[in-house]
């Protein structure tokens, strides 16, 4: 199957700081990647959907100043943390739409600790 | 709005046994896929397996088989000769067709499945 990475797999910052993860689609263009929270022993929860060359769609209640979304390129899309605060602690996890195939691929996450 | 239930936090089985895992979901929306994802403890999410909604032959992945019930909103999958490597969460999810196929994916709470050697 098609590969998605993620980078970094973990980050610690401190607190007021921004944090940024990378979403790459390795061997295939996604024109569409998808950014999700997990909570710990929670489900994941959709966040945005990051658009190629045009604005992410943020899902009710996720603040879009906090973070920021941009799909510069058919391959990779980036999730930038502002201001980092404890609560923004969280597993977060992207995924990048096969539009040949119609399948969603997700990344192995980014475990982000703020302190 | 789409809500995906599973309303069993845990279940646990013998190896080489059948389980079945349960998902009732809810929407006004006639075309739509559903999925059954694996989360092991990596946190690497798989896709075990997924229906269409316009399909109505239940979809068959080796080991994998799904009852989708369309009338009933239900969308249960049952393991075959369990295997330890099965032992993970599993995620019923939905995604809707309102985006031409480009909607992120709605997930149940999960199910963890315990596999007793």
């Known amino acids: 199957g098609a590969v998605v990475s993620q980078h970094p797999s973990r980050v610690i910052c401190k607190s007021g700081t921004s944090v940024k993860i990378e979403c790459r689609s390795l061997d295939f263009q996604a024109t569409t990647m998808f950014w999700y929270r997990q909570f710990p022993k929670q489900s994941l929860m959709l966040m945005a959907t990051?658009?190629?060359?045009?604005?992410?769609?943020?899902e009710q209640g996720v603040e879009k100043d906090k973070f920021l979304i941009n799909h510069a390129s058919l391959t990779l899309s980036t999730l930038t943390v502002t201001s980092a605060h404890p609560e923004d602690s969280s597993f977060y996890i992207c995924?990048?739409?096969?539009?040949?195939?119609?399948?969603?691929?997700f990344g192995p996450g980014t475990r982000l600790t703020v302190l | 709005a789409q809500t995906v239930t599973q309303s069993q936090p845990e279940m646990s089985v013998q190896e080489a046994e059948t389980v079945t895992l349960s998902c009732t979901y809810d929407t006004s929306e006639s075309d739509y896929y559903l999925f059954w994802y694996k989360q092991p403890p990596s946190r690497q999410m798989i896709l075990v397996i997924r229906q269409e909604a316009y399909k109505q032959q239940n979809a068959t992945e080796n080991r994998f088989s799904v009852n989708f019930q369309k009338a009933a909103k239900s969308f249960s999958l049952k393991i075959s000769d369990s295997q330890l490597g099965d032992a993970a969460m599993y995620f019923c999810a939905y995604r809707g067709y309102s985006g031409g196929g480009a909607d992120g994916l709605t997930f149940g709470k999960g199910t963890h499945l315990i596999i007793q050697p």
């Open positions: 990051s658009n190629e060359g045009s604005k992410a769609t943020y």
């Open positions: 995924s990048a739409r096969d539009s040949v195939t119609d399948t969603q691929y």
